[in-house]
């Protein structure tokens, strides 16, 4: 419960003014708590939004603007307006992650977030070609050198063979098809 509240703390001083229209940019805080509550799958015990299941579904909800009174396509559509306008700066150090500086999305494909997954594909229809200044790679290009080094028998193999039929068939590509 701690740790909740802590990421909350810090996740809603950068959330923007409703019916303002201004998103501020997040800051290196609450990119950290989001990047953990997609991480730890934490589960939101009294969410704001009837969307919201999950932490890290308020805290992006909240950062975006969303308002309780939003319809369900309002609701994913501000929320996938703030993410593509900040993926670039959405970027994970957390423990055993490599890349370091990774996009979330990656964080979400190594810690086998379904949710989070789910959600940027599904309900909010993300950009799913960032490439990471970090390694000048694609989210797709990360499961395929995961998958590599995983091997196509192992459950985490078979899991990310799952994860690149979806994020191909809902539009993702490699870095070096983007050039």
Known sequence: ?????????????????????????????????????????????APSYNQVTYLYQQFIAEASGVQFTDSSEQY?????????????????????????????LKLA??????SFINDAILNWK???????????????????????SSGTTSAFGKTLQRYWEKFRAAGAKRASELH
């Not at 509240?5 to 708590?33: M, Y």
């Not at 929320?79 to 490599?98: D, Q, Y």
């Open 1 to 45: 419960m701690l740790f909740k509240l802590a990421l909350f703390a810090v996740a809603t001083s950068v959330a923007a003014t409703p019916g303002d229209g201004r998103q501020p940019p997040p800051s290196d805080d609450f990119v950290g708590g989001l990047c953990a509550a997609v991480e730890s799958k934490v589960l939101e015990n």
């Open 76 to 104: 994913n559509s501000k929320i996938a307006t703030w993410l593509n306008a900040n993926m670039p700066t959405l970027l994970c150090n957390t423990s055993n992650f490599n890349p370091r500086n990774g996009n979330i």
């Open 109 to 114: 494909v190594a810690r086998q977030n379904n």
């Open 126 to 148: 993300i950009d799913l070609n960032q490439i990471d200044a970090t390694d000048g790679k694609t989210v797709l290009d990360y499961i395929e050198d995961r998958k590599a």
